[in-house]
């Protein structure tokens, strides 16, 4: 997979991502042809932590110009063919202009995007900072110009702003949230996946908060084992381990957090601690 210019750089991807990206793109542009002339991989794959039959595929598609009516039904279209024909791995995105990626997230107006495959035009959390941070710097171009070659607005004050306050907001409230254990939120939470999720998603914001560079889960956890105490080894993990990433070897062996009360508690405590570190720092 590789973008249009003739600087592209070729880049390979797993085959479900190349399935579902040229089901898109054939869809789109047999429904509105030149509509979409940019379409660039974001996420985990950008970031090298793509994981088949786990991953989504993250995306940023652009337009030459504001979406009408008919350009958002077609969209509309493709997506719903794209996901009859690849039901899986998500393709999740946003749909912009280049003049929204030059002029940055906070000026960009409302845009149709994807969410579990399902197209949707009230509110995309994905236009924020971190996204275009990744889009600057990390995106794999499936149609157009290479990063690099097209203006993306990055404001580096904006990003650490933005991630201390999905730490402030969004974090504290998934803590609170998860360790209720009698809530619905709170027994969903004796599954591992909550653990990965909240551990290694904490983590990546402390690492950007801290150095203004976006990381992958994995890398964040490898982050996290060398910033924090090692009171806090076990639990790091232990949701490294269930994301499924690689780490070396522990110094001293350390009991994994197998009992999914024990896992639970140590996971939102640990996210408790992250966020105050981090947001106390300012």
Request: proline share 7%.
């Given at each position: 997979?590789?973008?249009e210019?003739?600087?592209?750089?070729?880049?390979?991807?797993?085959?479900?991502?190349?399935?579902?990206?040229?089901?898109?793109?054939?869809?789109?542009?047999?429904?509105?042809?030149?509509?979409?002339?940019?379409?660039?991989?974001?996420?985990?794959?950008?970031?090298?932590?793509?994981?088949?039959?786990?991953?989504?595929?993250?995306?940023v598609?652009?337009?030459?110009?504001?979406?009408?009516?008919?350009?958002?039904?077609?969209?509309?279209?493709?997506?719903?063919?794209?996901?009859?024909?690849?039901?899986?791995?998500?393709?999740?995105?946003?749909?912009?202009?280049?003049?929204?990626?030059?002029?940055?997230?906070?000026?960009?107006?409302?845009?149709?995007?994807?969410?579990?495959?399902?197209?949707?035009?009230?509110?995309?959390?994905?236009?924020?900072?971190?996204?275009?941070?990744?889009?600057?710097?990390?995106?794999?171009?499936?149609?157009?110009?290479?990063?690099?070659?097209?203006?993306?607005?990055?404001?580096?004050?904006?990003?650490?702003?933005?991630?201390?306050?999905?730490?402030?907001?969004?974090?504290?409230?998934?803590?609170?949230?998860?360790?209720?254990?009698?809530?619905?939120?709170?027994?969903?939470a004796?599954?591992?996946?909550?653990?990965?999720?909240?551990?290694?998603?904490?983590?990546?914001?402390?690492?950007?908060?801290?150095?203004?560079?976006?990381?992958?889960?994995?890398?964040?956890?490898?982050?996290?084992?060398?910033?924090f105490?090692?009171?806090?080894?076990?639990?790091?993990?232990?949701?490294?381990?269930?994301?499924?990433?690689?780490t070396?070897?522990p110094?001293?062996?350390?009991?994994?957090?197998?009992?999914?009360?024990?896992?639970?508690?140590?996971?939102t405590?640990?996210?408790?601690?992250?966020?105050?570190?981090?947001?106390?720092?300012?």
């Amino acid at each position: 997979m590789h973008g249009e210019s003739g600087s592209a750089r070729r880049r390979v991807v797993h085959p479900s991502v190349e399935a579902v990206v040229r089901a898109f793109l054939a869809s789109a542009d047999r429904t509105r042809p030149g509509l979409v002339e940019g379409l660039y991989l974001t996420g985990s794959l950008a970031l090298g932590d793509f994981r088949p039959g786990r991953s989504d595929v993250d995306f940023v598609a652009v337009t030459a110009q504001r979406l009408s009516a008919a350009d958002v039904t077609a969209l509309g279209q493709a997506h719903a063919e794209t996901r009859a024909q690849r039901a899986r791995p998500y393709f999740d995105g946003v749909h912009v202009t280049w003049q929204d990626l030059a002029a940055g997230p906070a000026s960009c107006p409302a845009v149709p995007y994807t969410l579990r495959g399902k197209f949707r035009t009230d509110d995309a959390f994905e236009v924020n900072p971190v996204t275009w941070a990744v889009l600057a710097k990390n995106a794999v171009p499936a149609r157009g110009p290479v990063p690099g070659g097209f203006e993306v607005g990055v404001d580096r004050a904006a990003l650490h702003d933005w991630t201390l306050g999905n730490l402030d907001g969004y974090w504290r409230r998934w803590h609170t949230a998860h360790r209720a254990p009698l809530s619905l939120t709170g027994l969903a939470a004796l599954n591992g996946r909550a653990t990965a999720w909240g551990v290694l998603g904490v983590s990546r914001l402390h690492h950007t908060a801290a150095t203004g560079e976006i990381v992958s889960k994995g890398a964040a956890g490898r982050y996290a084992l060398k910033t924090f105490a090692p009171e806090w080894h076990p639990v790091i993990e232990e949701a490294l381990r269930l994301h499924g990433s690689v780490t070396a070897p522990p110094a001293a062996p350390s009991r994994p957090l197998r009992n999914p009360f024990a896992r639970r508690r140590a996971a939102t405590d640990f996210v408790a601690m992250v966020v105050e570190d981090a947001t106390s720092a300012g």
